[in-house]
């Protein structure tokens, strides 16, 4: 009987079809049989698949070509001059342009429009599990850098490459660890919004010398020269999102507070981010070549590879090994103990926007084509990824953490320093601490690592061996860097779903962003209230959310 259902006779087919193109009864009176006319053939399957999967293919044919066409231009005689370098990876370096300029409008935007359209409860809720979530998985990279460290061993050989140009980085001035918490705090209050999309703060030293003239009793005259080390604040420059983060959370929640006064600006910035995500759309379509050329620009850079993996490879080996580990082990095996699905799947989805981290090289610039990829790929409702996606791109720095642990077992090998189990501690304690809000930027943990070098006694000098090859080790943690934040989205995606039904007062509350039909015209209604006070609207809603943001 299953196979009759599967197989019709297409008996009178010619009275319906022979106008467009069907089996006439000519054909059907010698018994023959055909598939449903409903079904897809074979190859309309493949067609369908390569075009729904079409950005992600030429993502991965950008990066093999970028590989191609970097190692094709070493081959040049006499190479390319640094001006000639800068002409090559103008394309790359325009789509980092790109992405850096929808940052601000898409943080500011996602984080007021979702934090003043869910109900206080279910952001606290939802809030309390990212931030539980991306804690203990930076704990967990920490843990995995820190042995891979002591196993492989990566200081004990190494030596300092003879580079021209991988290693010109300045080394970061080292800082007290109280001063870098204390930095931390005052970024999130910032006191100016304005400058705080450009600049942030942080502590300098200056030396001041003190010079007291002293007589004693006997008329001996005495010079006491006293040297303090005086901390001093300044701007820098790179825009402070964690400031940003915190005000459009708060800024959120206050405009839901308001009431009806504040539902005109709510709208605002819902469109707003709507709007923005639309540029993220146009802007994926030349991601592909973009990276190619990143990639390619960073291959012609380099001075002499060989030469750089004979002195410090296996401290590249240990690192990246260990972002494979987290990233395409531990991730997918807490992902899946958590939804039953397949979490290679869900990494498929979000293929795009790991090859944009590796080429740029920033989980800040990632952040708006990951944003697109977790809603139209893997089902991942708005109102959850433009919530906790910004809030990972600050807080959650797995790859940042797990370099940073090796780094600083590595420093300590290759000065043959043993580190005892309370130095230990403090380097899993202090990476996973410093690890949020550190700089979703290129080289950002590089920054971090002075303070955890500074907590242990361990010499800052040595961070210029890390920078010759941060501009390696730097993608791998990208990668796994906003890889930790899909994962989170996804794992509160789900937990939304199963527990949408227990109370309503855990519900989400979603924003009326479709204009009423005119069967729905009360004059009450007209002003179209942003959010509905007659009751909750459950989670079960918010299908239609995500049917809208499916290609």
């Known amino acids: 009987m299953a196979a009759c259902r599967d197989r019709v006779p297409l008996r009178g087919a010619g009275e319906k079809g022979a106008s467009n193109g069907e089996i006439g009864p000519q054909d059907a009176g010698n018994g023959a049989v055909f598939p449903p006319p409903g079904s897809p053939s074979k190859a309309a399957r493949v067609r369908g698949c390569l075009r729904a999967n079409l950005l992600v293919l030429l993502t991965v044919a950008g990066v093999l070509a970028g590989v191609a066409v970097g190692l094709g231009v070493r081959q040049v005689p006499g190479g390319l001059s640094r001006a000639g370098v800068l002409a090559f990876s103008f394309p790359g370096e325009l789509l980092l342009r790109l992405l850096k300029m929808i940052i601000l409008p898409l943080v500011v935007c996602s984080l007021v429009s979702g934090a003043a359209s869910l109900d206080p409860a279910a952001l606290g809720r939802l809030g309390g599990w990212a931030m539980l979530f991306f804690l203990l998985t930076t704990l967990l990279a920490s843990a995995i850098g820190v042995s891979l460290a002591f196993i492989i061993r990566p200081g004990e050989g190494a030596a300092a490459p003879s580079l021209g140009g991988e290693g010109d980085g300045a080394v970061p001035e080292a800082k007290e660890v109280a001063d870098s918490f204390l930095d931390l705090i005052r970024n999130i209050f910032p006191s100016n919004l304005v400058s705080a999309t450009f600049r942030s703060y942080a502590t300098h030293y200056e030396l001041v010398v003190t010079r007291k003239n002293i007589t004693d009793e006997l008329g001996v005259f005495n010079e006491t020269v006293t040297k303090e080390k005086v901390p001093l604040g300044q701007e820098v420059e790179g825009m402070n999102i964690l400031g940003l983060v915190v005000f459009a959370i708060v800024f959120g929640i206050a405009l839901r507070k308001l009431g009806p006064e504040g539902e005109n600006l709510i709208k605002f910035f819902n469109s707003f981010n709507e709007a923005t995500m639309v540029l993220v759309a146009w802007i994926m379509w030349y991601a592909p ?149 550190a700089a979703g930027i290129p080289a950002g943990g ?47 995606q789900v937990y939304t779903e199963r527990t949408m039904g227990k109370a309503e007062a855990e519900e989400l509350v979603e924003i009326k962003t479709e204009s009423l039909g005119p069967s729905k015209v009360p004059a009450e209604e007209e002003g179209s209230p942003l959010i509905k006070r007659d009751g909750p609207i459950l989670l079960a809603a918010v299908g239609s959310c995500e049917k809208e943001s499916v290609m």
Request: charged share 10%.
């Open 289 to 437: 070549l973009g990276i190619m050329f990143l990639v390619a620009g960073k291959i012609v850079e380099m001075e002499d590879v060989v030469v750089l993996f004979t002195s410090l490879g296996k401290y590249i080996f240990c690192c990246i090994l260990g972002h494979f580990i987290h990233g395409f082990i531990l991730l997918p095996v807490i992902y899946f103990i958590f939804t039953r699905k397949n979490p290679y799947r869900f990494l498929w989805g979000i293929f795009t926007a790991l090859a944009t981290a590796f080429g740029t090289s920033s989980s800040s610039a990632t952040l708006p084509l990951m944003m697109k990829c977790v809603e139209e790929n893997n089902g991942v409702s708005k109102h959850i990824s433009r919530f906790i996606l910004p809030i990972g791109a600050t807080v959650n720095m797995d790859g940042a953490a797990l370099f940073q642990c090796v780094a600083a077992v590595f420093i300590a090998q290759l000065n043959n320093i043993p580190l005892n189990f309370i130095q230990v501690i403090t380097i899993l304690v202090t990476a996973t601490a410093s690890s949020v809000g």
């Open 446 to 492: 590089v920054l971090t690592l002075a303070i955890i070098l500074e907590a242990i006694g361990l010499p800052t000098n040595d961070i210029s061996l890390i920078l010759a090859v941060d501009w390696l080790v730097d993608r791998t943690c990208t990668v796994l860097n906003v890889e930790g934040d899909a994962f989170g989205a996804g794992l509160l």
